[in-house]
């Protein structure tokens, strides 16, 4: 079943992955508008990210995507805001015609262990409890990715994973805050675990 997650989180925005199992040919059909690609595997992934968002809102305008300088995809009369990502045979997208976003997807691995402390500050290692405990990996890969989900809805690159975004607890398991200082805002995170898949997006 190639759907493998999909959410209405509210009238103007919709989030979905997609588990990979089609020849490039079955997305290359729908998407007529994509970049080249040389890797075999990274191209397939990148079609299917791009053909989730017009699975998500069936009037996503392909030929109006335009690649900034920081390499974020955009459309510029805003008709629409969308993230990609991708990860193993994994590509998940957003879209939302209210609403800047942005996306992430994980697979958990040990060596995330190695780069912790340059996303992580001191601060926030004891903000989350749960980092500390033996069976932490998932949860580490959660904040990582709310992270990069973060700075994929900023899309003006240039983020300190560090310094400039620090994480709080937010209202339940699944929530998590961003006092993102390069524009001095909150910014909510929705963070799940999907078996195995570690999802994080920003509305
Ligand atoms: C751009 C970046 C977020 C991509 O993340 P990734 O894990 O390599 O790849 P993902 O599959 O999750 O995301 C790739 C997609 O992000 C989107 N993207 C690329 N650059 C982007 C940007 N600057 N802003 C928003 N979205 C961007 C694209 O849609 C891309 O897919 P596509 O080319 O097929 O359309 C990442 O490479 C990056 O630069 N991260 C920040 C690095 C950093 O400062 N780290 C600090 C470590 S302590």
Known sequence: M?????HQINETTRVGIWKIEEPESYFQRNV????DVTHPHKRLQHLAGRFLLQY??????YELITIADTRKP???????????SHCGDYAAAIVSSTNRVGIDIEIPVDKLERI????????????????????HLIFLTQLWSAKEAVFKWYGLGKVDFREHMPLFPGTSPNHLKC????????VDI???????????FTT
């Open 74 to 84: 955009f459309i510029p009369d805003e008709r629409y805001h969308f993230s990609i």
């Open 179 to 186: 006092e993102f200082a390069l524009s001095n805002q909150a």
């Open 56 to 61: 998500l809102f069936p009037d996503f305008p």
């Open 116 to 135: 912790r402390h340059k996303f992580l500050k001191p601060e926030e290692e004891q903000r989350f409890p749960a980092l500390q405990s033996e069976n």
């Open 190 to 200: 929705e963070t799940r675990d999907l078996s195995g898949i570690v999802l994080s």
């Open 2 to 6: 190639p759907v493998f997650f999909q």
């Open 32 to 35: 007529p508008v994509h970049r």
